[in-house]
């Protein structure tokens, strides 16, 4: 610590936190302190200011923060001369009047010009105001920023946060800065562990302040309680059992916890004749638990507690835990064996008494249109039409089974267990638990086929309904998850390489919709009636819009794997109406647009496509010969004639990228052409024979892409 310079400590200790929020509060604080400090012009290092927190407390450490803020310096531009000035020279009202409110005589005023012409302007210079002095409203705005989307009120007090806050500590140094906040006056009293060290924690100064916790046993540095959490955990995993700890399960844990101590604990085996599903969530998601499995992959009884606390008796600890955990387990064990009594198809009748929608139906409604869906597209990709059509039939039945009543999170795992138990195909099995797939953004696809086509078919038949009542997406409300389902859709016909005609099975997925769900989602008039329904247009339209949709989603899609948006909107331009060939066309223009010769072939086409929109030509004519001259028009026909020729089984075999790349070897041909040639002839015949053949060259690259919108010279 220097004169000058000093770490900054804040800390607010509160009650409980929740856990899964508690970064961001974390975060959200500290970058509150850090920016309020820099807005002022505080000098201080921001690279290398911490964020610290814990379940009681959100704190955050600035080293070089100055004592005081530089010079401030202020200019305010004051009248024109012209304004400022009359005839004879003198100062006028306006002038005066400026001069007088910034504080300053009028030959203290400067003049400066823009420009209108010459100002005043008054230039001024205060000292900086000490740190200590800015930092009680510095520490107010980051508290007000936080992101909190329930504040809570205790006792009789007037003002609110996330929980009930109990201490403040703001040290400058080893200087105690004086604030308030949330009635509570700043100090230097930290508070310890809640059972190991329930007494006052003296704090020496700024950064002293994380080994004066770790001695009361709380480790305040998030990264250092999680390094904790894994190394307990592996500290006590049994012999031949693997934790599985993931990083959010981490999170949460250390979020719970100030000094966490693992505990390894037990589970009786009758357990494990429950699927692992259903044990695991409730070991990860209710109980914060960490289960371990063997070197097979199967779920062992051993399974790991943390607690927040170094007991003299973990024995009792552990116990506890076991019970907790004994009857959650128990009543899976029972709603597995019960549901096993009915078999899964026995469910159907019931899905007809749950409404999916009110214009759409019940939910066996939706499956009976997913079946046919699934039906029609199986036969189109080529998969088991059979097994299509019973795994849809089957899709949500597990939906009225005990066990998804208790785990909503297992619906379609608990499908395939019921489906192979009852002695289904397993294929069938299989396309229940995956047609959910993508679960989650960065989730792979159904890997089955079977299950590939159920997913397709399920999410058209969501997206087709929810657009036809009315309820698509808007701003950033999504109800449905309609962009996930779009999304989802393309991913699975994509990357599963499955040859749709996606506008096609659109309009199919319509006519499937009862015309009360078209006409559902009709906007109303003035008067609040609707139009009468037109059912052939309504479909036709709604059909081109959802499909508009999910190709919007696409864009990101791509983006994200680094191909530029003039990329996607050139493939775009020509509607593949099937997927697999839209992402084989813009793998093929990426790809293209990084030879040398892209950017002067693109800028080619976009002149040629002037050209002839000018020109009034949509179809180009017939190429007469002999109307060529020789020389660089002759030899443009030629080289075009020869990659027609050399193109033709690249295109029937979709192989763009070589299409493209053979093209591409028509630039020299192209510039010598534009060098050359003047395209609008006087002579009407020379001057519709160069726009066929500009035609015919523009038609060539569109059999790929519009690649007159790729960036040109």
């Not at 006590?236 to 399960?249: C, N, Q, T």
């Not at 591409?664 to 015949?685: G, I, T």
Request: aromatic share 6%.
């Amino acid at each position: 610590m220097s004169q000058d310079h000093a770490s900054l400590l804040i800390e607010l200790g509160t009650e409980e936190l929740p856990p899964k929020a508690l970064d961001e509060l974390a975060g959200a604080f500290a970058s509150g302190v850090v920016d309020g400090l820099a807005r002022r012009g505080i000098a201080l290092d921001a690279a290398q200011a911490k964020t610290f927190c814990s379940p009681r407390r959100l704190a955050v450490r600035v080293p070089g923060v100055a004592v005081r803020q530089p010079p401030q310096k202020s200019e305010v531009l004051g009248p024109y001369l012209n304004i400022g000035l009359d005839a004879n020279g003198a100062p006028t009202p306006a002038l005066t009047g400026f001069a007088s409110k910034n504080g300053l005589a009028i030959h203290d005023l400067q003049r400066v010009g823009d420009a209108k012409g010459e100002r005043f302007v008054a230039r001024s210079e205060k000292p900086g105001q000490p740190t200590a002095a800015l930092l009680p409203e510095i520490l107010v705005e980051a508290l007000k920023a936080l992101p909190i989307p329930k504040p809570m009120r205790w006792g009789n007090r007037d003002y609110a946060f996330v929980r009930p806050a109990h201490w403040l500590v703001v040290l400058h140094g080893d200087q105690v800065v004086e604030c308030e906040a949330l009635g509570l006056a700043s100090g230097r009293m930290s508070r310890g562990h809640r059972f190991h060290h329930p007494h006052p924690v003296h704090v020496a100064d700024a950064d002293s302040w994380l080994d004066a916790l770790r001695d009361a046993k709380v480790l305040a540095d998030p990264a250092e309680r999680r390094a904790r959490v894994r190394a307990e955990v592996a500290r006590v995993a049994p012999a031949g059992a693997k934790p599985r700890l993931g990083d959010a399960l981490c999170d949460e844990i250390a979020n719970l916890t100030e000094w966490p101590v693992a505990i390894a604990c037990t589970f009786e085996r009758e357990f494990l004749s429950v699927p692992p599903e259903a044990l695991v969530t409730t070991m990860e998601t209710n109980q914060k638990f960490v289960p371990t499995f063997d070197a097979d992959g199967r779920l062992t009884e051993h399974f790991i507690g943390v607690a927040n606390i170094e007991s003299k008796d973990p024995g009792e600890i552990r116990k506890g835990y076991e019970r907790v955990i004994r009857p959650r387990f128990a009543d899976a064990k029972f709603f597995f064996d019960e549901d096993l009594e009915t078999p899964l198809a026995a469910q159907q009748q019931a899905l007809e008494n749950v409404t999916y929608q009110q214009a759409l139906g019940s939910v066996w409604s939706k499956c009976v249109r997913v079946a046919e869906l699934a039906r029609v597209i199986a036969n189109r990709v080529g998969v088991d039409a059979g097994l299509a059509t019973r795994a849809a039939a089957l899709s949500r039945c597990d939906l009225m089974t005990r066990m998804v009543g208790e785990f909503p999170e297992l619906q379609g795992v608990m499908g395939r267990y019921y489906a192979t138990a009852g002695g289904e195909p397993a294929e069938v099995a299989q396309a229940l638990d995956e047609f959910y797939a993508p679960r989650f953004a960065g989730d792979a696809i159904a890997q089955g086929r079977v299950g590939q086509v159920l997913g397709v078919a399920e999410r058209i038949d969501t997206l087709a309904g929810i657009f036809a009542v009315g309820m698509k997406p808007s701003g950033n409300k999504d109800p449905f998850a309609l962009r996930r389902a779009a999304l989802g859709l393309a991913r699975t016909l994509i990357e599963g390489g499955l040859p749709l005609d996606l506008p096609a099975q659109w309009e199919e997925a319509f006519a499937l919709l009862p015309e009360s769900a078209l006409a559902a989602g009709l906007p109303k008039g003035k008067d609040g009636h609707s139009p009468p329904l037109d059912a052939g247009a309504r479909r036709a339209e709604l059909a081109r819009e959802v499909h508009a949709f999910v190709v919007d989603r696409l864009r990101g899609y791509y983006a994200d794997q680094g191909i530029a948006g003039e990329a996607f909107e050139a493939v775009r331009a020509l509607a593949p109406a099937d997927l697999t060939d839209f992402d084989a066309r813009l793998r093929a223009v990426a790809a293209f647009s990084r030879l040398p010769e892209a950017q002067a072939l693109a800028a080619a086409n976009k002149r040629i496509g002037n050209i002839l929109r000018q020109a009034g030509v949509s179809t180009p004519g017939a190429i007469d010969a002999a109307r060529l001259e020789a020389g660089a028009e002759r030899a443009l026909a030629d080289a075009l004639a020869a990659a027609e020729t050399d193109g033709a089984p690249l295109l029937a075999a979709r192989d763009y990228v070589g299409l493209l790349t053979r093209l591409a070897r028509l630039r020299d041909a192209v510039d010598r052409y534009f060098d050359a040639v003047m395209v609008m002839a006087d002579d009407e015949a020379i001057r519709k024979n160069r726009l066929a053949l500009l035609g015919r060259l523009r038609n060539l690259f569109l059999q790929v892409a519009d690649i007159s919108l790729l960036p040109g010279t």
